[in-house]
């Protein structure tokens, strides 16, 4: 059997073939670091989401510059995390069905700390029904400030759900979450101070108050009822980050390397970069991430594996075949999703190769 | 260590756990017997694209159909492929670097019949330099007749590098090669047809015409010239396949199966299915897949895990949190890449779980 190519440590970066997504080891930390000291500074804890990296290696560095437990957003992806070593989890989502509330009680049998979310009466019975005389599961309530996904849709549906989890058996309420709208604080700062207000003046403890999303994290101490952050893309970063001003692009930590294949025409060339390397999110974008050697050149459509480029608007040098050339993607999330494995790097030299251990698994 | 839930043979798909791809055995026999039948009832060999799927077995069962040989687009589908016996290959990409020529040379040493394309001088030279002396490597020409992507631009050019290929060490002009425009035959029967008579005059033979793309499939009888047909989406179907007229809905093999985790308002449901289970790709629609159960639902917008459904159009019975819905994806090759093995059904029994062997490798 073939071995798969898998790039070296100590390799030039620009040696490695292509497509590949690589992590700058500097920007990463640096990424890090910011973001942990700004909300060390608020005196919010931190719960980094592990969706971006799936690698529990990035999650310990994480842990060490002082988060505090992580966030996953699937049970197989908590239980990668468990296998390695965590043991504060939170899975912001409504765990529905017999599997995966038998997966659920075997994880929390065995982590110190397992938190789920609920938005409705049909996951809180569910959820009841199966940890009923076990080890309680800690349930908080997911509230819809204006992102418009999952979520309760105002305080008092949010008061009425924490008191039947209170009172359900098997679980205990661990408090209020929402994956905010970004920049639009004053929504959540108003919807979690009423339903905080109903629990204490119902003598119902709320230990816990989860403001999430990286598009806004330098305004979460705007939210002064929140005790937690949740973010995942601030990790990496990417081309939509930089847009919405939580970063620049120096500060994306993520470039996907591709190589120029063909230059079928002077204005158009075709990178070997396409849907399964770049994916097809766009984010508001009409392009498919930027060519930071060629911020000229615009990637204007993307096949599975190749990746068209319009190059009418560079001026001076335009990029020759065999070119290699740095993306940075639009949304970096989806782009670890994509490989088995991810390369790390220090000044263009290779310093590990880390297994994307939490991908790929069916729910 | 956890073990990662896989689905078993016999199950019913309605207990599987969700987002999940299934692919329906009849309507994947039918889709390969159909497509098989006509290309032979017309005389065109068939060289069926694994991208689709990167499953040896399905390759199989299309080589028991009568089809020809595979193609790959990349090196390290192909190596899957050779280990699990395919001979004839075609990788239908301009290979360059000299870590992939390498393993592109091993592997034409240990295949019968390996082929690629070159759309450029750059292409051409960096194999010949790599096979010279070797095992010679059949090169064919990719030719832009309309699509543009990658390719010459006419057959001047297209003759051109074919008599460089022809003389340069190492390689063996194999013949022509596109990636049509859908539904221009026209275009690339004039664009052959020219290619060809220049090089009868020059006697140079050009033993390949190939032609490719599910979308204009049933159409490819009107390239007279070509002397195979590729095509990779037809196997699964999709929706972007049925809105192009190439099969009806019915005859979609892939469908994922997901969930309705939440109902937060009387016109929005949210599915556990986002974009890490049916991709962005819009492929010019302007919503994320059709719920087949509720046809007038519209899957508005995806995050990572969550795809948010519009049910304001539903009249009737509305999903409830908690039931399962099947969705046929805008793009079916980008959702089986996002998944580590694919489940099988005959009348909604699981019948078998596939490795998905050929996704995830760096390049």
Redesign the interface.
Known sequence: ??T????QVGQSIL?L????PLIDEVRLAANIARVQAYLDSHGLAFRPHI?THKIPAIAKAQEAAGARGINC??I?EA??F??AGFEDILIT??I??P??RD?LK?LNDRIASLKVVA??M??VD?LSARFAGAKPLAVLVEC?TGA??????DPAAAVALAQAIASADGLTFAGLLTYPKAHDEATVEAFFASAIASLKALGIPCPIVSHGGTPSLFSAHHVSSATEHRAGTYVYNDRAMARSGHCTLDDCAMQVLA?V?????PG?A?L?AG??AL????LGFSDYGLIVDYPDAVITGL????G?VDLSRVTGPRP???DKVRIVPNHT??VS?????M?FHRDGVVTRVEDVAA?????
């Open positions: 059997m073939t798969p190519p898998r790039p040696s073939s292509t497509p590949l969706k957003q699937k197989t239980e990668v468990a296998d989502f409504n529905l069905g599997e995966k997966r075997a938005d409705s049909v996951t569910g819809d418009g996904r999952c979520g309760v849709q190589t294949v063909a230059r079928p025409t158009r075709v070997d849907s399964k994916t097809s999110d766009l096949s599975e594996e190749h068209v020759e075949i065999g999330c989806v999703n994509l490989f088995d494995v390369t991908r790929g698994l069916v729910w």
